[in-house]
Nanobody, 119 residues
């Protein structure tokens, strides 16, 4: 199974920006769905954003207008640009990839990267 690794997390103040990167150890088919999830302590995992072939994207209402998901097919890399960060965005962020139309657990997960936003 493809191995994923997230990077770019850290500690920032509210209103600042971060860009998360997800790199894959092997080639991911361009038809696969790629997505970012996050989980805060005591809360369930939630999808943040996803992207499919052709560039169609989905965003959770809580991040829409502030976050942007993008994919570099040549580099087999996924990005999440996070602007105007809020304390509510504090969580561990995970990268996921899976075949089109399949649930997230069918695919691969990265170990996560911590994002902490102070106010």
């Amino acid at each position: 199974q493809v191995q994923l690794l997230e990077s770019g997390g850290g500690l920032v103040q509210a209103g600042e920006s971060l860009r998360l990167t997800c790199t894959a150890s092997g080639r991911i088919f361009s038809t696969n769905t790629m997505a970012w999830y996050r989980q805060a302590p005591g809360k369930q995992r939630e999808v943040v954003a996803s992207i499919i072939l052709g560039g169609k994207t989905y965003y959770a209402d809580s991040v829409k207008g502030r976050f942007t998901i993008s994919r570099d097919y040549a580099k087999n890399t996924l990005y999440l640009q996070m602007n105007m960060l809020k304390s509510e965005d504090t969580a561990v962020y995970y990268c996921n990839q899976r075949p089109r139309g399949e649930p997230a657990d069918v695919g691969s997960w990265g170990p996560g990267t911590q994002v902490t936003v102070s106010s």
